[in-house]
């Protein structure tokens, strides 16, 4: 088992990984809380696997709410929901949320925990490899609006992250190829030794390890930055354009993973026009070995169109973050017009 602490302006977060640790989550949750009220938010496809187990491990009663599976309940209507059963439940500021799901889980009980009573604990059990190498950690929750993903959210650190790598082994594939994603990404970006880790036939033998070296990424990245106001952009490599590209799609058509990835390999395609390293073959392989896309589904313009919504954009100029030699990113501010020439040519 790991363990990692990430210090935030607010809170310290507590961090766990290995197989098996969901099992103790009700001893660690006693080391750190003092709750007489557990409230856990879950969705219809964890609810079956995982809810009875997490709800026996307390001595206490445990209150819960089951929110519809995917993305487009990922909304300010079920985070009002949550807030109802909260309040029947009692729910005070000396109690605890647990968030027991996937990403949009994750994200919306970290949304409902910062701004119930303006802030109670909350503790993420993440049960994607997306969640438990990206969402679950730093903070980060939020919910979408009609007009565009994560629009609303906030800041608000977790203060117990239980990551059991065991419970991967439930996930359909096409799932966990989709959290391969976030760990390419983390190889290009901050340490290559994770290409090669995943690289081998038998990686997920190496599961643990692997989910280690890229939360410890994480972890870092967020203690020097929180807000998002310089490094923690470097998380968006392959990113900028993966959100274009999963919003042409209206999010069904390409996951996040399958966005990113697509993402990723047009970074390093830009990165080439701009006279750099090309990074493009050890990129698209690893993506390619991993079953997720490699190439721009969708018109040039209508990419370039689609990332001019990008949260980043300020007026008119766009962070872009460049992996020029692996393991190491740069930011670099494009003005928009030069934008548009790179993304015709990709
Ligand atoms: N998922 C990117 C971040 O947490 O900043």
């Not at 800041?155 to 239980?162: A, G, I, K, S, T």
Request: charged share 20%; glycine share 8%.
């Amino acid at each position: 088992m790991y363990h990692l602490s990430l210090q935030g302006s607010v809170s310290l977060s507590d961090i766990y990984i290995g197989g098996g640790i969901f099992s103790t989550t009700a001893k660690h949750v006693a080391e750190k809380f003092h709750p007489t009220r557990i409230h856990v938010v879950t969705d219809s496809n964890v609810e079956p696997l995982y809810l009875r187990a997490l709800c026996a491990q307390f001595p206490l009663t445990v209150t819960y709410t089951v929110i519809p599976a995917g993305e487009e309940h990922k909304n300010l209507a079920t985070v009002a929901s949550i807030y109802e059963d909260l309040c029947e439940a009692g729910l005070t500021r000396s109690d605890l949320l647990i968030a027991l799901g996937g990403g949009v889980v994750g994200d919306i009980t970290g949304f409902a925990a910062a701004t119930y009573l303006r802030g109670i604990h909350i503790c993420q059990i993440p049960t994607t490899l997306l969640s438990q190498v990206d969402s679950s950690v730093g903070g980060k929750c939020g919910v979408d609006l009609p007009q565009g993903k994560n629009l609303v959210g906030s800041f608000y650190q977790p203060e117990l992250v239980m990551i059991d790598t065991d419970i991967l082994s439930t996930l359909p594939e096409r799932i966990f190829c989709d959290g391969m994603a976030e760990v390419i990404k983390y190889g290009c970006i901050a340490n290559r030794d994770i290409l090669e880790l995943i690289s081998a036939p038998d990686f997920k033998s190496n599961l643990e390890q692997i989910v280690y070296e890229c939360v410890r990424i994480k972890r870092d990245v967020v203690q020097q930055d929180e807000h998002d106001n310089g490094l923690r952009m470097t998380l968006n490599f392959g990113h900028t354009i993966g959100h274009a590209a999963e919003k042409l799609g209206n999010y069904v058509d390409l996951s996040h993973g399958q966005a990113v990835a697509i993402g990723m390999c047009a970074a390093a395609k830009l990165n080439i026009l701009l006279g750099g390293n090309d990074l493009t073959q050890i990129i698209a392989d690893a993506c390619t070995m991993h079953q997720l896309p490699t190439s721009l589904p969708y018109d040039n313009e209508a990419i370039y169109n689609s990332l001019l919504s990008d949260k980043k954009r300020m007026s008119d100029t766009l962070n872009f973050i460049l992996v020029n030699q692996l393991g190491r990113a740069d930011i670099r501010k494009f003005p928009l017009d030069q934008l548009h020439e790179l993304v015709a040519q990709l």
